[in-house]
């Protein structure tokens, strides 16, 4: 009897999801910082598709740039405003 080495085969239709592109991100956040809207709001102005929007949302989510909070019952998502620090220079 043979051993066959130890080898990874994907089968179709299990391939992950490929990341969310750095384009795809910047264009949902912008959209936010306009205006917070939910879930189906963004699905609807940006036509990518619930999942898709999902895993951008999650990803700016994760990034700290958005966060989502409750509003009449439903999820809305708002660009986090961040202040940015200035450097002092001592000369």
Not at 35 to 51: K, R
């Amino acid at each position: 009897m043979s051993v066959k080495p130890n080898t990874t085969t994907q089968t179709q239709g299990t391939r992950a999801e490929p990341p969310v592109s750095q384009e795809r991100k910047d264009a949902l956040l912008k959209l936010i910082r306009v205006e917070p809207d939910h879930l189906s709001g963004l699905v609807h102005a940006t036509g990518w598709g619930e999942d898709q929007t999902r895993m951008a949302l999650l990803q700016l989510t994760v990034d700290g740039l958005v966060r989502r909070h409750n509003r009449s019952g439903r999820q809305y998502f708002e660009a986090v405003h961040r202040i940015e620090s200035q450097s002092v220079s001592h000369t």
